[in-house]
C-alpha cells in the first residue's frame, strides 16, 4: 500500500511537469516548465554566483517556444500576456525588474547579460515560419498556472488577435 | 538606320534597367533572412581568442557575416559547422565572417571551438555590452553588413549556410553591384 502511494506521488509529479503545446491554425505555443535543479545546474554551469542561483532556484521557470505558421506576421508583447496561480492574478516581473536586482546584488555584466540571454524577449514580430522563445519567470507556486496571451496580427498590428489560453500548468518541482 | 539605332538604344535602356532591379538590395532572401535596414553598423573593437584585436569597420569594401553566438546556445552550436562550410564555400570573395560569443570567458570559447573540430576563431564579447548595442533578436543571430557599412539583412536561428540557397544568396550579394 505504502509503495502504491510513493508511486502515485512520483507519478503525479511526473504529470505536473508535463509540457504543454497549444496550437491554433496560425500558431504553435510550446510551455515547458523547469525544476529548480535543472535551471540552478544550467546557471552553475555559466558560473553564475551561488546567491543568483539561490533566487532563480525560488522561481518558477517555463520555457515558451512559439513558432508563426501562418502567413502573416504575428506580435509577441509580454504586457499582452496575464498570469494566474488557481485562479488569482500573479505578477510576471519585466526583465528591468531583474536587470536591477543583479545590478544591486554587484552580478558581472557578463552574467547578466547572460541571464538576459535565457528570458522571452519583451516585444518580438515573427514572419511566417520563424520560431523563437526564451524563459518566462513566475513566483512559484503549487497551484495550476493560467496563462493567456494575445498576439496582435498583421504588419501593423491591424489584424485580427490571437489569443492563446491553458491552465494546465504547474511550476516543476525536482523528485524529493 | 535610323530604326537599328532606336532599337540599341532600348536594348542599352532595358538592359540597364534590368541590371538595378537585380542589384543585391532587391534581391530574393531565403526563408529565415530578413531585410533589416537600419543603416549603419555599430563599430565596436573586440579582441579575438589569440589576443588579437579587431576593429569591425576595419571590413568595408567586403560584405560582412556578423554572427553573435554562445556556447551554451543549443542551435548555436549545431550551426557551427555550417557556418565553417560558408567559410570554406565563400573563400577568396569579398566576403568576411566575423563572430562574436557573448559573455563568455576565453577558456571557454577556446575549448568549445577545440572540441567542434572548425577552424573559425571568434571574437570575445566578455561583458556583453557589444552585444547589447546589437540587439539581436535571440542567439544565434547573424547581420549582413553591405562593403559601405550599411547593415542589411538579420538572420536568426541556425541556418544550414552551407546549402546551396544560401550560399547562391550571399555569391549574389557580393558580385552584384549595390544600389546604396
Redesign the interface.
Known amino acids: 500500500m505504502f509503495k502504491i502511494i510513493i508511486l502515485m506521488l512520483v507519478v503525479s509529479n511526473i504529470q505536473a511537469a508535463q509540457s504543454v503545446i497549444v496550437k491554433t491554425s496560425e500558431m504553435e505555443v510550446g510551455f515547458t516548465p523547469r525544476t529548480a535543479n535543472q535551471m540552478g545546474s544550467?546557471y552553475e554551469?555559466?558560473?553564475f554566483p551561488k546567491a543568483v542561483r539561490n533566487v532563480l532556484k525560488q522561481q518558477c521557470f517555463i520555457t515558451v517556444g512559439i513558432r508563426n505558421i501562418s502567413n502573416k506576421k504575428i506580435w509577441l508583447d509580454m504586457s499582452n500576456w496575464k498570469f494566474t496561480a488557481g485562479g488569482k492574478p500573479i505578477k510576471r516581473e519585466h526583465r528591468d525588474y531583474w536587470k536591477k536586482r543583479w545590478q544591486n546584488m554587484g552580478v558581472?555584466?557578463?552574467?547578466?547579460?547572460?541571464f538576459r540571454?535565457t528570458l522571452i524577449?519583451e516585444t518580438?514580430d515573427y514572419?511566417p515560419?520563424?520560431?523563437?522563445g526564451?524563459n518566462i519567470l513566475l513566483p512559484f507556486s503549487d497551484k495550476p498556472i493560467g496563462i493567456t496571451a494575445t498576439f496582435a496580427t498583421g504588419d501593423n498590428k491591424q489584424g485580427d488577435k490571437i489569443v492563446i489560453t491553458t491552465d494546465k500548468l504547474f511550476c516543476a518541482k525536482d523528485s524529493e | 538606320m535610323k530604326l537599328k539605332q532606336i532599337f540599341t538604344l532600348m536594348v542599352f535602356v532595358l538592359s540597364t534597367f534590368l541590371s538595378f532591379s537585380l542589384s543585391a538590395d532587391n534581391s530574393k532572401v531565403p526563408?529565415?533572412i530578413?531585410h533589416y535596414d537600419i543603416g549603419s553598423a555599430q563599430n565596436f573593437t573586440l579582441s579575438d581568442i589569440d589576443g588579437e584585436k579587431f576593429e569591425l569597420n576595419s571590413s568595408k569594401g567586403n560584405w560582412v557575416f556578423l554572427h553573435f553566438w554562445?556556447s551554451?546556445?543549443g542551435p548555436c552550436r549545431a550551426e557551427m559547422p555550417a557556418i565553417q562550410q560558408l567559410a570554406d564555400k565563400m573563400k577568396g570573395e569579398k566576403f568576411q565572417i566575423i563572430m562574436v560569443n557573448?559573455?563568455?570567458?576565453e577558456d571557454t570559447v577556446f575549448e568549445f571551438l577545440g572540441s567542434i573540430n572548425v577552424e573559425l576563431n571568434s571574437l570575445l564579447d566578455?561583458?556583453?555590452?557589444v552585444?547589447?548595442v546589437w540587439k539581436p533578436?535571440?542567439?544565434p543571430t547573424s547581420f549582413f553588413i553591405n562593403p559601405k557599412g550599411k547593415v542589411k539583412y538579420q538572420a536568426?536561428?541556425g541556418r544550414e549556410w552551407g546549402s546551396p540557397i544560401y550560399i547562391n544568396f550571399i555569391k549574389n550579394l557580393t558580385t552584384v553591384p549595390l544600389t546604396k
Do not use: H, M, N, Y
Not at chain 1, 108 to 114: C, E, G, I, M, R
Not at chain 2, 126 to 129: C, I, N, P, S
Open positions: 544550467f554551469a555559466r558560473g558581472p555584466l557578463s552574467k547578466q547579460s547572460t540571454w524577449p518580438l514572419l515560419g520563424e520560431r523563437e526564451g | 526563408f529565415g530578413r554562445a551554451w546556445c557573448t559573455a563568455e570567458d566578455v561583458d556583453g555590452q552585444t547589447e533578436r535571440g542567439l536568426i536561428g
